[in-house]
């Protein structure tokens, strides 16, 4: 079982390195439909996964300048709060109990089609917002915006474990359609990397992270995402996305259905 988790781990490295999709898109479905890993260890042990591989992220971006450092903060006064409530609240319900896992298995499957829905959308949205810059929100409204978002962006994370990647970098083009795409990918793994961290070790208190399995992920994870990110200029990124977005809804409807 353990080369079937690093392979998998490869394979989730390789497509995030390819689309640049986060992995709890992808890694969390996985666990939970081909091994048979109970939602909420999935949840819990990809948030592990993600803190470790996005902190990595975060270094190369803050070298390279690419982190816009106020954002971060903005997102962060909402996101962690709203990660320890989730938090708190899988632990008065029983993070493990069945019933509350079958609420998550349908968390996962709506943050799956809200990825989809950000793959295949993000331009448009984006052009709209650019074109029309009376609807753009600015000083006070704009930082209470993006508080917003982060508190729910924290829930979402927490409960499901996805949000952080591709819902997450919408948003922000949405809210800030002036910042640069290395901006608003740097921007949108460094937030990620508290409330990651944050959720995870929730998780942890919880019981609900499987170590071995996680180490697993990441040996396979790292050279996944290095060749997938020299192959990236190699393959046509419409059709990727259009891929990408076929396997997620097939995967959202086998967790409802």
């Given at each position: 079982m353990t080369l079937s988790y690093i392979a998998s781990g490869f394979a989730v490295g390789l497509l995030v390195g390819l689309t640049g999709v986060g992995g709890g898109s992808l890694m969390t479905p996985l666990l939970t439909l081909?091994?048979?890993?109970?939602p909420t260890v999935a949840v819990g042990t990809d948030l592990a996964f993600a803190s470790t591989t996005k902190?990595?992220?975060?270094?190369?971006h803050r070298v390279r300048g690419t982190v816009r450092w106020d954002v971060v903060r903005l997102l962060c006064i909402g996101a962690l709060p709203a990660a320890l409530v989730a938090t708190l609240?899988?632990?008065?319900?029983?993070?493990l109990d069945k019933e509350i896992g079958q609420v998550i298995r349908?968390?996962?499957?709506?943050?799956?089609?809200?990825?989809?829905?950000?793959?295949?959308?993000?331009?448009?949205?984006?052009?709209?917002?650019?074109?029309h810059p009376e609807k753009q929100l600015q000083g006070r409204k704009l930082a209470f915006a993006t508080v917003l978002?982060?508190?729910?962006?924290?829930?979402?994370?927490?409960?499901?474990?996805?949000?952080?990647?591709?819902?997450g970098a919408t948003i922000l083009v949405l809210l800030y359609p002036r910042l640069s795409p290395a901006e608003i990918a740097g921007t949108d793994i460094a937030y990620a990397v508290p409330l990651t961290a944050i959720a995870a070790f929730g998780h942890w208190w919880l019981g609900s992270i499987n170590w071995e399995l996680l180490f697993s992920l990441l040996l396979g994870s790292v050279p996944g995402i290095t060749l997938g990110s020299y192959?990236?200029?190699?393959?046509?990124?419409?059709?990727?996305?259009?891929?990408l977005a076929t396997t997620l809804t097939a995967v959202a409807a086998k967790l409802v259905f």
């Open positions: 081909l091994f048979g890993v109970s902190a990595a992220g975060t270094l190369v609240m899988l632990k008065q319900f029983g993070a349908y968390s996962i499957a709506g943050s799956v089609l809200l990825t989809v829905i950000a793959l295949m959308f993000r331009s448009r949205m984006q052009a709209w917002v650019i074109a978002v982060g508190a729910i962006l924290g829930t979402l994370v927490t409960i499901s474990s996805i949000g952080a990647g591709a819902i192959a990236a200029r190699a393959v046509p990124e419409k059709i990727l996305r259009g891929l």
